[in-house]
């Protein structure tokens, strides 16, 4: 009787481990992907699980920075990510990045070539475009009465409290450099110093340093200005009409997050499919009218409701974009960059 129990627990805890193993009982194959936060409309993913029979386990981060990090560790090993232009160009010297196999992505037929072939990828052997943009200031018109066309307004004292910057540290620095009249690839140590300085002197001005949040502030009025990537921006305008994006006249960064294959991807073929199925038309329309954010499908646009692709916000004209710069990998000097931010956020 005993060993008959005994034989009967054995039994069944090798059921149930047999079935924690195997994600009660879900036999599907398993794509890792790690996007940003707010990057995809949701029935996206459903869609893709649905139609190539793959569980999708989504991750998502804030900064191309912490992306970084946490592939570095390894841990999870990722299909598909996300990064920005800089990061890419990073990620490929320090191999970390697989080839594409462009004969599986047929939708990049569907890509404007202005956003094709860029520097940080020269043939886009490692990254296929997702989405692209601008950084600039948006703002609460009840809330200032001074024309918002320079970065100066970010470190006008009558602000004080209700300015939010970007919890990002290359893009901090850039806005300091910017407006100092420096590259934002700079490169000398001074001219980091003095953008260094600034942000430390605009410290006490500022609410917060905010990601995503920064959607919710913004459109509840909590705060009257705040520092934003343009996608960002459109999402919030739709949600207040009180709210006007500007690009400084210092000029700013250019930028373009695109879709790569890590190095220790355990599904390339299905991570290649995911990433092609971003770029089929009506899938890039669903996640561009979700997030706000710019598609460089000219395939999409042409799906893309009309105010949406006349809106300047979205898709500026080459004249408002032509004061940009595009940010290089730091290479040497990146801890330079780290130790900035650093001293930055540790002032109170
Ligand atoms: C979305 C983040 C957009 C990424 N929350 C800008 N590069």
């Known amino acids: 009787m005993k060993r008959a129990l005994k034989g009967l627990v054995i039994m069944s805890l090798a059921l149930i481990i047999g079935i924690i193993s195997t994600g009660c009982g879900d036999k599907r194959p398993i794509l890792n992907v790690y996007n940003w936060g707010d990057y995809i409309d949701p029935s996206v993913i459903k869609d893709f699980e649905e139609e190539f029979n793959v569980k999708v386990n989504y991750n998502t981060f804030a900064t191309n920075e912490d992306m970084y990090v946490s592939l ?15 990061m890419i160009e990073r990620m490929i010297d320090e191999d970390m990045l697989e080839k594409i196999n462009k004969d599986n992505i047929s939708n990049l037929n569907n890509i404007e070539d202005r956003f094709l072939n860029l520097d940080f990828d020269p043939n886009n052997d490692y990254s296929i475009p997702y989405m692209w943009g601008t950084v600039g200031i948006i703002y609460n018109k009840t809330m200032v009465d001074d024309v918002v066309d320079s970065w100066d307004i970010l470190w006008n004292e009558k ?30 140590e001074k001219e980091l110093e003095k953008a260094k300085e600034e942000l430390i002197k605009q410290k006490p001005l500022v609410y917060a340093y905010v990601g995503d949040e920064v959607k919710d502030l913004m459109v509840g009025e909590e705060a009257a200005i705040a520092v934003v990537w343009s996608g960002d ?22 930028w373009f997050d695109n879709m ?16 092609n199925f ?13 997030i706000g954010y710019s598609t460089p499908n000219f395939k999409a646009k042409d ?9 300047k916000v979205a ?8 004061n940009t710069e595009i940010f290089n990998d730091p290479k040497d000097i990146i801890k ?13």
């Open 233 to 254: 921006a459109v999402a919030m305008i739709r949600n207040n009409n009180n709210l006007e994006y500007a690009i400084p006249k210092e000029g700013t960064n250019l």
């Open 159 to 188: 602000y004080s409290g209700q300015i939010l910057m970007l919890d990002s540290q290359r893009d901090s620095i850039a806005i300091a450099l910017k407006r100092l009249n420096y590259s934002i690839n700079s490169r000398d």
């Open 336 to 348: 330079l960059y780290d130790d900035i931010w650093l001293e930055i956020k540790a002032q109170r």
């Open 315 to 322: 898709y500026p004209t080459n004249e408002e974009i032509a």
């Open 72 to 86: 570095k560790k390894g841990g999870t090993s990722y299909d598909v990510a996300f990064p920005s232009d800089y």
């Open 278 to 290: 971003m770029q089929r038309p009506e899938i890039a329309v669903k996640n561009t009218d979700y």
């Open 303 to 311: 799906l893309l409701p009309k105010d949406i692709v006349n809106s």
């Open 260 to 275: 790569v294959i890590p190095k220790n991807a355990k599904n390339k073929e299905m991570a290649e499919k995911f990433i």
